[in-house]
Nanobody
Framework: QVQLVESGGGLVQAGGSLRLSCAAS????????MAWFRQAPGKEREFVAG????????NYAGSVKGRFTISRDNAKNTLYLQMNSLKPDDTAVYYC????????????WGRGTQVTVSS
């Protein structure tokens, strides 16, 4: 059974940093694109950042480019999101997701971790 389990969320002041982790298990992700999404109250879920599991190719939403960094540790089967210079607008539930490189549909989702940035 595939599982994506996020951790590392919390409350931080504006300008601060957090690192989210997503522990992946249940299959190999060698041909997968791994991503972080977020959903703020009253808003739709939005793409934040993504990475091809077996390469260094990454992609970021414009709102986080230069502040957030996505990475992965293949040996630990863990995805990370380093978030710096956090803003109140970054407040949301952050989700880890995975999809095959051959499709645009995300097959697997985590349950999310709350990030709250105070002003």
């Amino acid at each position: 059974q595939v599982q994506l389990v996020e951790s590392g969320g919390g409350l931080v002041q504006a300008g601060g940093s957090l690192r989210l982790s997503c522990a992946a298990s249940g299959r190999t992700f060698s041909n997968y694109f791994m991503a972080w999404f977020r959903q703020a109250p009253g808003k739709e879920r939005e793409f934040v950042a993504g990475i091809v599991w077996t390469s260094d190719w990454t992609n970021y939403a414009g709102s986080v480019k230069g502040r957030f960094t996505i990475s992965r540790d293949n040996a630990k089967n863990t995805l990370y999101l380093q978030m710096n210079s956090l803003k109140p607008d970054d407040t949301a539930v952050y989700y880890c997701a995975a999809r095959s490189l051959s499709t645009s549909v995300y097959d697997y989702w985590g349950r999310g971790t709350q990030v709250t940035v105070s002003s």
